[in-house]
């Protein structure tokens, strides 16, 4: 049975994050992805947006993290030479029905630690976006947009400069407990490690419930929020991000570019049973409904299915939005057992916040 220090399941964004850092803190770091390649489940289908930290209640890891996480992630950028832009964020409101909820956004945010928020009026907003038509907006100049791939790659790369392993088409069947360490069946090898961390996103409570040490009832429910993107061909007039007002499970169809200038709208949400990444046609005049009332010209022609994600949510139809959940041995009483449930948005945003806060869990490797 091969021994190493920690495995990580799961080489999305946040995995890569976590085997990273453990890596810098000197454990001997292996990465079980169970797809062919990292990166190409939730990490490569979302919108790529670095969100500052607008949404989230007072005191949520999701608030805590999506700050903290917000400047170590533009700090990396700068030092690793990853591709971004601080283009900021409109989050407008449509008419004046909708101020209480922009008031709500510049609280939230304010509570949050989010000190760089600015309201403005319509004639504001237009100084910014001539072509936007809303009645008011709350400016955040610190929301942005990055080349997820790179991202990845680029925590990859560190994490193997310092010794870690990445091996794909490794899905975990099982994790049992033999004395002080856990054993990770994978096929027909057995691994043996003293810390295992499932960060295996939408996989996250299947593998955590063939831990057999672990109480079920400590395994939250899995809710599969679909959200669809429509890309849009040709120049469009914005420059910055625009979203509505914040529904009560997402943020709302929003406009969105990429770092190469193309347009999406999305995500819209749908509830769903079973993993399902299709994106149908028919839902192109939902889409124009959504992208005129951000900018009445938007051209029906231009509006093409893009991609889809599914957001791993904790929380499902008419439920108040869940938090984060980073479970640890103070709350399921198994050491070296790390498991990270309910990583949606903004969870590109705090992978390296997240990623503190686990390998501060777990602390330095027992033969150093």
């Known amino acids: 049975m091969d021994e190493v220090g920690a495995i990580i399941v799961g080489a999305g964004v946040v995995g890569l994050a976590v085997a990273r850092a453990l890596a810098l803190a000197g454990h001997d770091v292996l990465i079980l992805e169970r797809e062919h390649q990292f990166g190409t489940i939730t990490s490569a289908r979302n919108s790529g947006v670095i969100h500052a930290g607008l949404y989230y209640p007072d005191g949520s890891l999701k608030a805590q993290l ?15 030479g990853i591709a971004y832009r601080r283009c900021g964020k409109l989050i407008i409101a449509a008419s004046e029905e909708e101020f209480p909820a922009l008031d709500a956004v510049m609280a939230r945010g304010a509570e949050a630690g989010v000190n760089d928020l600015v309201r403005l009026d319509s004639t504001e907003v237009r100084a910014l976006e001539p072509a936007l038509v809303c009645a008011g907006a709350v400016h955040s100049p610190s929301s942005g947009i990055i080349d997820q791939h790179g991202l990845m790659l680029a925590l990859l790369g560190e994490a193997e ?49 063939t831990i057999e040490t672990l109480d079920p009832k400590l395994v939250p429910p899995l809710f599969l929020a679909k959200g669809c993107y429509f890309s849009y061909a040709g120049r469009v007039p914005f420059s910055r991000l625009i979203y509505p007002v914040p529904g009560p499970a997402s943020l709302g169809t929003h406009f969105t570019l990429d ?16 993993i399902d990444y299709t994106v149908d046609p028919d839902l192109k005049p939902e889409f124009l409904a959504a ?3 951000i900018w009445p010209d938007a051209e029906e022609d231009r509006l093409q299915p893009a991609y889809a994600g599914i957001r791993p949510k904790l929380s499902g139809p008419g439920m108040a939005s869940a938090d984060f959940v980073l479970q640890d041995e103070t709350v399921h009483g198994l050491p070296g057992l790390v498991n990270l449930f309910g990583i949606e948005s903004p969870g590109l945003t705090a992978s390296l916040a997240i ?12 033969n150093r």
């Open 66 to 80: 999506c700050v903290e996480g917000r400047q170590l992630l533009y700090d990396f950028c700068e030092r690793r």
């Open 291 to 293: 992208a005129r009332r």
């Open 161 to 209: 400069a310092h010794g870690a392993v990445l091996v794909c088409d490794a899905p975990v069947d099982d994790i049992t407990r033999l004395q002080s360490h856990w054993v990770v069946q994978v096929g027909e090898t057995r691994l043996r490690a003293p810390v295992v961390v499932n960060a295996a996103g939408l996989g996250a409570q299947a593998l955590a419930r």
């Open 259 to 274: 770092l190469g200038g193309q347009a999406r709208f999305g995500p819209d949400i749908h509830w769903i049973d079973t």
């Open 355 to 366: 990623a503190a806060r686990v390998t501060a869990v777990v602390g330095a490797p027992a």
